[in-house]
């Protein structure tokens, strides 16, 4: 066994090397093809845009030395979304009868919708609203009164509200740029708060429960979709996999250690917090696998990905689900701000 563990840490020393090097390699590759770029016309600007995207994402994807903000990230991602429709950001929920990303992304949206028990006439805060997809489904689905959005990418937030007024529910959907951990919000302004597979990012997520209690109403609830390490496995080798994956998705997605909990410290948060009635529900089995399955037959959604990120997306199709997100849980969170009498 020990020699099983040796040989799992000098492999994966080597693959961290080996990705320095291929990182090292594609920088210095596309800081030199940069410099055959012109910007005397149109078609030089675009090509200059093009290679900027791609070495922003060469950077972040293969770079070990380069940690970009969680701004940054989403700035360079765009509106590179793998849904075929919407610019849905979230890894969706692969219930039965799903048969695409986009389908399966309205599934999460509504799952989360669901638990929260979002109604006619409630006032809703959406932390982390991407493009707004979530929210106009939501508003479409459920009625509520309006619906404010905070958001920390000022690329997303331009977006999202142009794409609003297009549809025309600018009225009833108030998207702004502010952060989770600092509300700019009234205290006790909110029927609930929902945060869709974004929470792992805030710096703190418990800052975040806190603002979270602090701008609800008596009585409100919060509901969360969010990413956080799967529970230790018995076996040696497999925590060694665990802890490996864990990291490589903390590194790449800039979650801070802090946020590194499991489902019971996270419902002790919670309810240090102010929260009563915590639940914390698994449903990695409906997001994880399914998806890297999907994606592995439909080759065709990576096309428009700039070079560095197909390339990435690709090598980690080839492991098989059960080990690329061995280190990974997914959950759905709901907890009522306690009524004080």
């Known amino acids: 066994m020990v020699r099983r563990l ?30 055959l770029v012109t910007t005397t ?41 793998l849904s075929e429709t919407g610019l849905y950001l979230n890894l969706g929920f692969w219930r039965d009868g799903v048969a695409s990303v986009d389908d399966a992304s309205r599934a999460l949206v509504h799952l989360l919708g669901e638990s929260a028990e979002l109604k006619s006439g409630d006032r809703v805060l959406d932390v982390g609203y991407g493009f707004g997809d979530q929210d106009a489904e939501w508003l479409r689905a459920f009625d ?30 108030d998207l702004r740029q502010g952060s989770a951990t600092d509300m700019p919000v009234a205290d ?4 609930k708060v929902l945060a869709l597979e974004c929470a792992f990012h805030f710096d703190t997520r418990d800052a975040f429960f806190r603002e979270a209690s602090r701008v609800l109403k008596p009585g409100g609830r919060l509901a969360t979709a969010d990413i956080l390490p799967a529970s230790p496995a018995r076996d040696p080798l497999r925590r ?15 979650i801070p250690a802090a946020n590194a909990v499991r489902p019971a410290a ?75 009498y």
């Not at 997303?156 to 959907?173: F, K, N, S, W, Y």
């Not at 006790?188 to 029927?191: E, G, N, P, Q, R």
């Not at 060694?240 to 800039?254: D, L, Y």
């Open 41 to 81: 016309n149109t078609s030089s600007r675009a090509q200059s845009r093009s290679r900027t995207r791609t070495r922003d994402f060469a950077r972040w994807l293969l770079d070990p030395r380069n940690r970009p903000s969680v701004a940054e990230i989403y700035e360079t991602i765009a509106t590179n979304a």
């Open 240 to 254: 060694a996999v665990q802890c490996a994956t864990w990291r490589m998705t903390a590194r790449t997605w800039n």
């Open 188 to 191: 006790s302004s909110f029927d």
């Open 6 to 35: 040796r040989r799992i840490k000098r492999s994966d020393l080597e693959l961290g090397r080996a990705g320095q090097r291929l990182g090292a390699c594609a920088l210095r590759s596309l800081s030199k093809d940069n410099h």
């Open 266 to 340: 996270y419902a002790r948060q919670l309810k240090a917090a102010g929260f009563t009635n915590v639940r914390v529900t698994s449903i990695r089995e409906r997001v994880y696998a399914p998806l890297h399955r999907h994606l592995a037959r439909r080759s065709e959604l990576f096309p428009d990905l700039p070079v560095p990120a197909r390339l990435a997306a690709r090598a980690a199709l080839t492991v098989p689900p059960e080990l690329a997100y061995s280190g990974l849980d997914y959950i759905i969170a709901t907890a009522d701000k306690a009524v004080e």
């Open 144 to 173: 509520p009164a309006e619906i404010v959005g905070l958001n920390i990418t000022a690329s997303q937030v331009e977006t999202a509200r142009t794409r609003m007024e297009e549809q025309g529910l600018a009225h009833r959907i």
